[in-house]
């Protein structure tokens, strides 16, 4: 430890926070110790890289602002600060939505209007010229895209948001950098050590014994996880595309440089990181290289080295896979929260089937998380939709799991008769039949087609669909999280097909630029006698949204994780309970085009009272007859 203290005291670290800092290192020093021997022990130089990364952690501590150490000091305290009622999500591109950082801070009003408490800015980094992956091709982790700005004005945003109460969130892609990163330009001029940092092969003889077991992420886009690299005459492993180069987790450089990465974003400002492609990041001959143990030990010690040195940052996981492997990446020591794609994709399934069966089983065996963790709970965010879910659930209600996926892609590209959807295929393949599904919140839910048909009931049905859908997210438990675009029910953008460097990625059709002059929409009064008006539209889903989040901003019982699921006894819809600090909320959903009976009974026991009012509405109900949900109705009952 003399080396830590000789870094402390280089870097003129005042007292209190030296003794804290140290304090943290006593108490988490055993585990980071043991992840680290388990990944790297067994080199000759361990010891030399386990030193480095202590040091890495104090620079960190040193050059933390101040009032980022005070929100360290407050969180540490309350380690479930993120279960608040109060926490309600955001997620944009910075360009798309306001052009650059400095306007978006000048958008804050707009996010304290709509009700969000927490801001997620997509991949904002300096990125490779031309296809950028949306982003997830960094260049330069310390260098904001100049044509948004600067590291200044990111900073700057990050104080302003903090004064307003909002939480700022990042990426943090951390399986891979771009081909022009620093690290790979050196790797590519020769520098042994930083071949070092990537998977750089002379011939295709390792690289096809680890291509047998490994699988195609973007099969359209090419085949194979590796990429002939012309200037160094070698292969490099890329998992995703050709310009995003796999980074070497074995070797403890990378994880080091990483690590000062991870807190030179931190130190910004952020108060969550969202780690990307989790399940990638170890590489073992032999296996599908997805979701190894030694995956959860780096993002472990990851871990324990921001608990260490940046104590109030959280880590949130990004992990598209099988629900059991999304749940083992959920912890206190891990990450404390983690995107929830199977109810996001089972909500989807349960509006193409009018019916919660397959929903109801999958969250009485996946939404329970450990204490002091959360979900975030999205219907749609950057990427696509995949479906997801347990073929055991499936199998165990009676569903072919195969068939059901083709079903789902039919009805949601508009193909299956009777579909509302308006989607698009991501990542289409002819020869197995999988595909994903790209489009916005408003046309997968069917806005879309009901505009070209100008038919009023339809239109209406669409709009009831959206907010069943959110009035879901948003008392499910965990943190609810909105794709910007959606509160106004934006439709598919197709003409990013004009842009090159977009035309290939069909996740592009659901990225829309905002359009600002939706905000006068709000200062008219609603057109009644044109049901048609789009301002009428847009103005029935901005004020439908806010008003439940408002709603839910004031319930105590949504506060925290659990759920009670309780059997509706009809099959169209969702019976959950919220219960947190002696409050209540019985929330009933209703996923059918047609009314649908709840037993009173039910209610009464389930939320332990015979009269209720429904806080979305203010409608008072007795369980003395059945309850009547209207077509995509959803209730948040509370005891009277």
């Avoid at 990041?281 to 995956?295: H, R, V, Y």
Wanted: with cysteine; hydrophobic share 40%.
């Amino acid at each position: 430890m003399s080396r830590v203290d000789e870094c402390l005291a280089s870097l003129d670290v005042d007292s209190e926070t030296q003794a804290a800092f140290l304090k943290r290192l006593d108490e988490f020093w055993p585990e980071l110790f043991s992840l680290l021997r388990g990944l790297y022990g067994q080199r000759y130089d361990f010891f030399f890289h386990l030193e480095q990364i202590l040091v890495t952690a104090a620079k960190a501590c040193a050059e933390r602002p101040a009032k980022l150490v005070e929100s360290d000091r407050r969180r540490t305290h309350n380690p479930e600060w993120f279960h608040s009622e109060k926490i309600v999500g955001g997620a944009l591109y910075v360009d798309l939505f306001s052009g650059n950082l400095r306007k978006l801070t000048d958008s804050i009003d707009y996010f304290k209007e709509l009700g969000l408490t927490y801001l997620h800015l997509m991949p904002l980094f300096a990125v490779r010229p031309g296809d950028s992956d949306g982003g997830y091709a960094i260049s330069d982790y310390r260098s904001v895209d100049p044509r948004i700005g600067t590291i200044d004005d990111l900073t700057e945003l990050a104080a302003r948001l903090h004064e307003e109460g909002i939480l700022l969130v990042l990426d943090f892609v951390f399986n891979h950098t771009s081909d022009d990163h620093r690290w790979a330009k050196l790797a590519q001029s020769g520098d042994v050590e930083y071949q070092d940092f990537y998977y750089i092969f002379p011939d295709r003889s390792l690289p096809d014994q680890y291509q047998a077991t490994l699988r195609d992420i973007f099969p359209t886009v090419r085949r194979g996880s590796y990429t002939w690299h012309d200037a160094t005459q070698a292969w490099v492993w890329t998992t995703f595309n050709s310009f995003q180069w796999d980074l070497n987790y074995s070797n403890p450089a990378v994880f080091r440089a990483m690590a000062e990465e991870m807190f030179f974003i931190a130190n910004t400002g952020v108060d969550i990181l969202r780690l990307d492609a989790v399940a990638f990041i170890w590489k073992q001959m032999g296996t599908s290289c997805e979701n190894l143990p030694e995956a959860h030990q780096l993002i472990q010690a990851f871990n324990r080295l921001a608990r260490i040195a940046t104590p109030g940052l959280v880590f949130k996981s990004e992990a598209i896979v099988h629900p059991e492997d999304v749940l083992k990446y959920v912890s206190p020591e891990e990450c404390q929260i983690s995107y929830n794609p199977t109810l996001m994709a089972l909500l989807w399934e349960s509006l193409a089937t009018r019916k919660t069966t397959l929903l109801c089983q999958s969250l009485s065996r996946y939404h329970k998380l450990p204490p002091q963790t959360a979900w975030v709970n999205y219907l749609r965010c950057h990427d696509d939709i995949g479906w997801t879910f347990d073929d055991a659930d499936a199998a165990h209600v009676g569903i072919n799991a195969y068939e059901h996926r083709q079903f789902l892609n039919r009805f949601y590209t508009g193909q299956f008769e009777g579909s509302f959807a308006r989607g698009i295929p991501f990542q289409e393949n002819l020869e197995t039949g999988d595909m994903r599904i790209a489009g916005t919140l408003a046309s997968l839910a069917g806005l879309e087609r009901a505009i070209e048909l100008k038919d009023n009931i339809e239109i209406e049905l669409s709009v009831r669909r959206m907010l069943l859908l959110q009035s879901v997210t948003l008392s499910i438990g965990g943190i609810p999280l909105l794709y910007l675009g959606e509160e106004w029910g934006m439709l598919n953008d197709y003409e990013f097909v004009q842009d090159p460097a977009k035309a290939g990625d069909t996740r592009w059709v659901h990225r829309p630029k905002m359009r600002w002059e939706f905000l006068d929409d709000l200062k008219e009064t609603l057109d009644t006698d044109d049901a048609l008006a789009d301002r009428s539209i847009r103005r029935l889903i901005f004020r439908g949204l806010q008003r439940m989040i408002e709603k839910r901003k004031h319930l105590t019982a949504f506060a925290g994780q659990d759920i009670q699921i309780y059997a509706a006894g009809n099959p169209h819809l969702l019976c959950f309970a919220r219960i947190h600090a002696g409050s209540r909320i019985l929330v009933v959903a209703n996923f059918s085009d047609q009314p649908q009976a709840i037993d009173g009974n039910l209610l009464r026991t389930a939320g332990l009272a015979r009269f209720f009012e429904n806080t979305l509405s203010d409608k008072q109900y007795s369980t003395e007859q059945p309850v009547v949900v209207e077509p995509y109705e959803t209730l948040w009952l509370s005891r009277l």
